[in-house]
């Protein structure tokens, strides 16, 4: 049953195949009897005629045997090819003898392979174009069969694979185009035996490597289009060779090292590109030979050097593109001899020096752009010379003095772009004779004086910047004239008076920004009749009175600014109808009363800016209600704002800045906020918020900043804290919260303030906040933590503020050495005990220490005296004993001091801020004296001062010494006097008794 149900359909596929080849049948007996009866009359021509036929059928063959590979909606479009003589079929060509010469099915929507097509069977085929179609697969290496090809287009498909080699055997190809394919790999080297060839075209394709030396034997070349490829490493000596060679273009690959001088010697070169590689070095001056050229442009490289000279030999050049290179030096007057040229782009190089006025004799310029570079001087009058101009970009340069008038002569121009320069003095009054002008940007300079009334002539103009100057005056009626008037930026000048109401004329515009002048009066009605305007800012004004109804009409609104004015009034319920609007700052005003009911309809809003202002009342209902799923900023703080947050907030996932803080809210902190991944900031601070904190908050991946101080928030701090690995500020003081501090906070990494003070947390400090290295500030105070403080707080190297205060902690001070950058410490009111380290005093950034109420004993370290930006100091109500150390007379920076309550002696320093200091920062004291309210003189007029010390005691060890000597002077003394006396008396003896020798003798 089953063969026989399907034999119908079998019988269908059968019969055109019988058909096909019993007329295949016919046709040989045909030829056979037709070749008998030619027999008798010619056997040569029996033998001709028997070749022929035999060649058509090979061909037709090889043909429908493609076509049925094509894929069926494609073989429909050659429903021709049906039998044996494919002459007749569209689009092939025959010669003579009924062979095909010529097959071309450009744009004929083909999809499908070469893989079917037999080229073997067409031996004198000349000519192959399948160019534009949809064609796929590998170009098969039998195509070197088709020996007589001179031309071969197989462009716009969609060809992969390698190019193969064996394509150099078709050594009569004139043209070959396989642009616009998918073709990868190297170009085969056998490409360069094609000496053939006036065309080659592989543009568009993925082809990498290098270009083959050998193209340079293509002598007959003309056209060489190899851009749009992956080709790298250096272009070639050997193209220099090419000399027939007009069309050179290498663009767009990743080609590397210099342009060769070789190039100088294509005389008939007109157009060559090189824009978009990575080629660098100098422009050879080579090609200033290349008489013929027409278009160069070697943009988007990374080319040094200046500009040849020898450019400017080029007279038939029209197109001169060297834009976005690393040129320096100045711009050659040769060039104003190029004159031909149309088109002169040299932006985003490191030019200096002068514009040159040799420029302005090139009178068929209509394009001059010379923008982003470091050109100085001021602007030649000359350029009021090219009547053919009519783009002129000279922007983001250093150019100096006043913007010529004869500007005005240029009744072509279009654009003028001469921002950001220094260029001063006025606008000139003759551009109001730009009658062609669409752009004028003249935006950040030094422009000074008013707007001239003549720009309301520009009738054409469709943008008009000109903020971030000096300009001043009020700002001209005339510009309600500007019919075409897009764009109108005239913010950041100095701008005075009222807005005009005639810009409420300009229908088309979408940009107005006024912003950051000093314009005064109400916002005119008039501005609501702006039907396109897009964005609309007058912020930073001394704008007044009320916001206009008439901005409710403007339903294509999508940014509105008037913050940083002076407005009063309440928000008009009709700005709840500009239901296109993204952006809402009204922040920094007067405003108040409550906000419409309306504003639920803004359903597209991104940005709201309420802030610092006096609105009052609750959120409206629809708030909460419509979904604001696009919102990313709400910024309400600093208003009278009461009731509860609006839950829904953050049901588009894409709220980032939730900041209400000092305003009245109650309730609780709006559950969509939980899973609101989004956030980058959060203040909620100020408000009567309640809740519990750990069940509001979840894990925020994106979130800086968190504050939730002055609430009235309960329970404990979540884990989950630890998990925000970008948070850099956690800010929750003055609530309720308890339990004990989560270990996990350690592992928020990017911490640098954390702020808990005043709550009822409890337990010790975990130690693994030592691990925060960006902390800054940590303020645990007010709290309830006991244990000793982590010893490894040291390692808080970044540590500037540290404040412990009102807590239970006991133990030593740790040491704190490695924490340098501290301006502020405070670890009063514990129980910490024994010596203050002397550590401290290598804080030199320490601006406020406060040790007050512990039980600090011993002296009070000489170190401190090195505390050189000391401002204030708490020691008192500690057991610290000793004096005061004289070194604290360097503490020049400090303003206030308080000691009292401990037990120390002796002389204050005689410094101000001892000096003029209060009496009960003295008292309770062992007995300190000196010269301050409410202490006794010190009874030793003796410095304290160590040196003074040392020399005291040197002068006693010398009075020692000098009475020793006096003592060891008498002794010696009065040996001395006693020999004398002695041997005196011994030699009256001796005289005595030789005067009665002599007597004797003379009797």
């Known amino acids: 049953m089953t063969s026989l149900s399907n034999k119908p359909l079998f019988n269908q596929f059968l019969s055109p195949l019988l058909f096909f080849h019993l007329l295949l049948i016919v046709l040989h007996f045909v030829s056979k009897s037709t070749a008998s009866v030619s027999s008798l009359s010619s056997p040569f021509a029996h033998s001709n005629s028997k070749v022929k036929i035999a060649e058509e059928t090979k061909e037709a063959m090889a043909l429908l045997n493609w076509k049925t590979s094509l894929h069926n909606k494609s073989q429909s479009l050659l429903s021709s090819w049906v039998g044996t003589t494919p002459c007749n079929w569209v689009e092939i060509n025959c010669d003579h003898s009924g062979s095909v010469t010529h097959l071309n099915l450009s744009s004929y929507g083909l999809r499908g392979t070469l893989h079917n097509l037999n080229f073997q069977s067409f031996p004198n085929l000349l000519s192959l174009d399948l160019?534009?179609?949809?064609?796929?697969?590998?170009?098969?290496?039998?195509?070197?069969?088709?020996?007589?090809?001179?031309?071969?287009?197989?462009?716009?498909?969609?060809?992969?694979?390698?190019?193969?080699?064996?394509?150099g055997k078709l050594t009569?190809?004139?043209?070959?185009?396989?642009?616009?394919?998918?073709?990868?790999?190297?170009?085969p080297q056998d490409v360069g035996a094609l000496i053939s060839l006036s065309k080659l075209d592989f543009s568009f394709n993925n082809l990498t490597g290098v270009i083959p030396a050998s193209l340079g034997n293509l002598s007959n070349l003309t056209t060489l289009y190899l851009h749009t490829n992956q080709l790298s490493s250096s272009i070639p000596q050997e193209l220099g060779m090419l000399s027939s060679l007009t069309d050179l273009e290498l663009s767009t690959n990743n080609l590397i090292g210099v342009i060769p001088a070789s190039l100088g010697n294509l005389s008939n070169l007109t157009t060559l590109y090189l824009h978009m590689n990575q080629l660098s070095g100098f422009i050879p001056q080579e090609l200033g030979m290349l008489s013929s050229l027409t278009d160069l442009e070697l943009f988007t490289n990374n080319l040094t050097g200046v500009i040849p000279a020898s450019l400017g030999n080029l007279s038939k050049l029209t197109t001169l593109y060297l834009f976005e290179n690393q040129f320096s030096g100045s711009i050659p007057q040769e060039l104003g001899m190029l004159s031909s040229l149309i088109d002169l782009e040299l932006t985003t190089n490191n030019l200096v020096g002068v514009i040159p006025a040799s420029l302005g004799n090139l009178n068929k310029l209509t394009t001059l752009y010379l923008s982003e570079n470091q050109l100085s001087g001021s602007i030649p009058q000359e350029l009021g010379m090219l009547s053919s101009l009519t783009d002129f970009d000279l922007s983001t340069n250093n150019l100096i003095g006043v913007i010529p008038a004869s500007l005005g002569n240029l009744s072509k121009l279009t654009t003028l772009y001469l921002s950001e320069n220094q260029l001063s003095n006025s606008i000139p009054q003759e551009l109001g004779m730009l009658n062609s002008l669409t752009d004028l940007v003249l935006f950040r300079n030094n422009l000074t004086g008013v707007i001239p009334a003549s720009v309301g002539n520009l009738s054409k103009l469709t943008t008009l910047y000109l903020h971030t100057n000096q300009l001043s005056g009020s700002i001209p009626q005339e510009l309600g004239m500007l019919s075409s008037l897009t764009d109108l930026l005239l913010s950041t000048n100095n701008f005075i008076g009222v807005i005009p109401t005639s810009l409420g004329n300009l229908s088309n515009l979408t940009f107005l920004y006024l912003h950051t002048n000093q314009l005064s009066g109400s916002i005119p009605q008039e501005l609501g009749m702006l039907s396109s305007l897009s964005y609309l800012d007058l912020s930073a004004n001394n704008l007044t009175s009320v916001i206009p109804t008439s901005l409710g009409n403007l339903s294509k609104l999508t940014t509105l600014h008037l913050f940083e004015n002076q407005l009063s009034g309440s928000i008009p319920q009709e700005l709840g109808m500009l239901s296109s609007l993204t952006n809402l700052a009204l922040s920094t005003n007067n405003l108040m009363g409550v906000i419409s009911t309306s504003f639920g309809n803004l359903s597209k809003l991104t940005v709201i800016y309420l802030h610092t202002n006096q609105l009052s009342g609750s959120f409206p209902q629809e708030f909460g209600i419509n979904n604001f799923t696009q919102l990313k900023e709400f910024q309400i703080f600093g208003n009278q704002f009461t009731g509860h947050l609006f839950e829904n907030v953050c049901s588009g996932g894409l709220l980032e800045n939730f900041t209400t803080y000092d305003n009245h809210f109650i309730g609780s902190i709006p559950k969509s906020l939980r899973n609101c991944t989004?956030?980058?900031?959060?203040?909620?601070?100020?408000?009567?918020?309640?809740?519990?904190?750990?069940?509001?908050?979840?894990?925020?991946?994106?979130?800086?900043?968190?504050?939730?101080?002055?609430?009235?928030?309960?329970?404990?701090?979540?884990?989950?804290?630890?998990?925000?690995?970008?948070?850099?500020?956690?800010?929750?003081?003055?609530?309720?919260?308890s339990g004990r501090l989560p270990l996990e906070l350690g592992e928020a990494s990017q911490l640098q303030v954390l702020i808990l003070s005043s709550n009822k947390i409890h337990g010790k400090i975990p130690k693994e906040l030592g691990k925060l290295k960006f902390l800054l500030y940590l303020y645990l105070d007010g709290n309830k933590f006991s244990g000793q403080v982590p010893y490894n707080f040291e390692m808080l190297s970044n540590l500037e503020q540290l404040n412990l205060a009102n807590n239970n902690l006991s133990g030593l001070i740790p040491d704190l050495g490695k924490c340098k950058k501290l301006f502020l410490l405070n670890l009063s009111n514990n129980h910490l005990s024994k010596y203050i380290p002397l550590q401290i005093g290598n804080f030199q950034f320490l601006q406020n220490l406060d040790l007050s109420k512990n039980f600090l004993m011993g002296e009070i370290p000489q170190q401190l005296g090195?505390?050189?930006?000391?401002?204030?100091?708490?020691?008192s109500h500690n057991v610290l004993s000793g004096s005061i150390p004289s070194s604290f007379d360097k503490l020049l920076s400090l303003t206030s001091i308080d000691l009292s309550y401990n037990q120390l002696e002796g002389p204050i320093p005689n410094t101000k801020a001892f000096c003029e200091a209060p009496e009960e920062v003295f008292s309770h004291n062992k007995g300190l004296c000196g010269n301050a309210i409410g202490l006794k003189a010190c009874p030793s007029t003796i410095s304290h001062n160590p040196h003074v010390k040392k020399m005291t005691k040197v002068m006693k060890l010398i009075l020692v010494f000098l009475g020793i000597l006096f003592l060891i002077f008498i002794f010696v003394g009065i040996t001395l006097y006693v020999r004398s006396r002695k041997m005196k008396t011994e030699i009256k003896e001796a005289r005595r008794r030789t005067s009665k020798y002599v007597c004797s003798m003379e009797l």
């Open 678 to 737: 989004s956030l980058i900031r959060v203040q909620l601070n100020g408000n009567q918020l309640i809740g519990n904190i750990g069940e509001s908050f979840g894990i925020y991946p994106r979130l800086t900043y968190m504050e939730l101080s002055y609430n009235k928030l309960y329970g404990e701090l979540s884990a989950n804290w630890g998990q925000c690995q970008n948070l850099a500020s956690l800010k929750i003081s003055n609530n309720d919260i």
């Open 866 to 875: 090195d505390l050189k930006t000391l401002e204030t100091l708490n020691l």
């Open 172 to 187: 009569s190809l004139h043209v070959i185009d396989l642009s616009v394919n998918r073709m990868t790999g190297l170009i």
């Open 131 to 167: 160019s534009y179609n949809s064609l796929s697969g590998i170009i098969n290496s039998n195509i070197s069969h088709l020996s007589k090809l001179s031309l071969l287009d197989l462009s716009a498909n969609q060809f992969t694979g390698r190019i193969p080699s064996q394509i």
